[in-house]
């Protein structure tokens, strides 16, 4: 179950909420349009009662305003969905307007480059080093750090949905997020060590930031 599977069952993509380093909640405010003149914490009971049989849900709590709030069993899944359906309605940011220098962690230009140049690279370590492509198992991507990039990509279909998406601010964070993953939770084995399992994950997991920040701002550079 990922938010844009949600979306449909909700009337709108919930919005995902915390720091998903323990649990992936997304937060939906679906029972309050449901309710039609009856008390929303009923009409938000009777939803929760029927998420619970999704797959995919490992929880839904409701809280005393009525909002839902559910417990994705494996967020990891939100990375296999970009990479076989690709990303909901992102419109482009102007990446002109983004300078590449200097290049420094305070320019976002360079944050958002050096990003997909790091998603490219991965690509191309794991072909060399033989980290297969197959076999990808959502539930390895459980480091706090995979979580942390999980949750950006996350608020895709409720920000596509919304007024004010601010993708320009999204994009950088995205790129922040991925590169502190890609430093302390790498995506291919070290020195003789063999790949695995969360190998294949955090490749599967580059393939989905390199999508997005494609999407966001067209082409992006493979190599700085």
């Known amino acids: 179950m990922t938010p844009a599977r949600l979306g449909p069952l909700l009337g709108a993509p919930p919005v995902p909420q915390g720091p998903w380093d323990r649990e992936a909640v997304v937060v939906s405010a679906a029972a309050l349009k449901a309710a039609r003149g009856r008390p929303p914490r009923d009409a938000a009971e009777e939803i929760a009662e029927g998420l619970r049989g999704h797959d995919g849900v490992a929880g839904v709590r409701v809280r005393p ?11 990891g899944e939100i990375a296999r969905e970009i990479v076989t359906a690709g990303s909901p309605g992102t419109p482009r940011v102007s990446l002109p307007g983004l300078p590449d220098f200097p290049r420094t962690w305070e320019n976002p230009g360079f944050v958002v480059r050096f990003a997909h140049a790091r998603a490219a690279a991965v690509l191309r370590w794991a072909r060399d080093l033989g980290v297969p492509g197959e076999g990808f198992r959502p539930e390895a991507l459980d480091d ?81």
């Open 65 to 75: 305003n009525a909002f839902l709030e559910i417990v994705l069993a494996v967020p």
């Open 144 to 224: 706090p750090r995979d979580r942390a990039v999980l949750r950006v990509l996350a608020e895709l279909p409720s920000r596509a949905a919304g007024r004010e998406p601010a993708w320009e601010a999204y994009g950088e964070r995205l790129a922040l997020a991925y590169h502190d993953a890609h430093e302390h939770a790498p995506a291919v084995p070290a020195g003789d060590r063999r790949a695995d399992e969360v190998h294949t994950a955090r490749v599967w997991l580059a393939r989905a930031v390199q999508a997005v920040l494609r999407d966001l701002y067209g082409e992006l550079p493979s190599k700085l």
